[in-house]
């Protein structure tokens, strides 16, 4: 399975419009990926709070009818990255979209774990609920976004839920690159997973962005690393390597925690 990650530089300056065109064009040239990913909120940027409510969309809106469009024209599988989605009858959404290479919605993933604390995307946004996988020919994929990467219980659901590559898009910042990193490995090892995250590039409201898009294979070993500026990240995977790993090293098996309640005394 060959698997795209674009990593978007999301300077300042660029019209939401010019970005999507641009955007567009780049998975359209994905052709030989049977997989191409996106970071998250590449529309706006992902600290660029001042714009999530002006640049909100339906589900259904611009930037999914041209992201539906480029996954059929290039015949790929395409995680979208996320949009900020205005659901008609509540709050803002950051909301990752899938689609098949007919160009078919396949999954919408609300994330749950909203970055910020008291402020941002924290306050801006409503919190997801459902945990998402993706059957694909090759693999089944567990959708994820940024912030959620420090939470390893969701891992581990969509693991429980079959998930075999756990796809995330981000918007993460340089300031804590080594925690992107780290975590990114983390997660493929007590996973037993592949991890393909994708970041963006450049600095938008007065945030320099990591890059270094990531593929991690079951082991944690890092197979492809992009480096800081914009840049396709395109790597070979053998899905078989997930039920092998699992088999030769079968530590999830050895799980007593979380499958049912503990004994207490």
């Known amino acids: ?23 567009t064009a780049l998975v359209r040239e994905q052709a030989d990926a049977d997989l191409v990913v996106l970071p998250e909120l ?3 940027g992902a600290f660029a709070y001042d714009l999530f409510a002006a640049e909100a969309e339906p589900l259904e809106g611009p930037t999914f009818e041209a992201m539906s469009k480029a996954a059929s024209d290039a015949g790929v599988w395409l ?26 919605p396949v999954a919408a993933y ?8 008291d402020k941002g995307e924290a306050v801006l946004m409503g919190a997801g609920q459902e ?5 694909l020919p090759e693999t ?13 219980e969701l891992f581990r659901g969509l693991v429980d839920a079959g998930a075999e590559t756990l796809v995330l898009s981000a918007g993460w910042p340089e300031r804590r690159r080594a925690h992107w990193t780290l975590l990114a490995q983390a997660r493929a090892v007590e996973n037993q997973a592949f991890v ?11 945030v320099p962005q990591a ?20 840049e396709v990240l395109t790597v070979d995977l053998d899905p078989a390597k997930v039920a092998a790993t699992r088999e030769q090293f079968p530590a999830l098996k050895d799980r007593l925690l979380g499958l049912e309640p503990p004994h207490r005394r």
């Open 1 to 23: 399975m060959r698997a795209s990650l674009i990593q978007i530089d999301v300077n300042e300056g660029e019209s939401v419009e010019s970005r999507r065109r641009r955007v």
């Open 42 to 44: 590449w529309t706006t």
């Open 110 to 117: 609300r994330k749950i774990h909203r970055f910020g604390f």
């Open 79 to 104: 995680h979208a990255g996320s949009i900020p989605e205005r659901d008609p009858d509540g709050p803002l959404y950051n909301t990752a979209l899938v689609f098949s290479p007919s160009g078919e």
């Open 196 to 206: 393909l995250a994708c970041g963006t590039a450049g600095t938008h409201a007065g």
């Open 211 to 230: 890059g270094h898009s990531i593929v991690v294979d079951p082991w944690g070993e890092v197979l492809a690393e992009a480096g800081a500026g914009e």
């Open 131 to 135: 945990l998402v996988t993706v059957r």
């Open 140 to 152: 089944t994929l567990g959708v994820a976004t940024c912030y959620d990467l420090r939470f390893p």
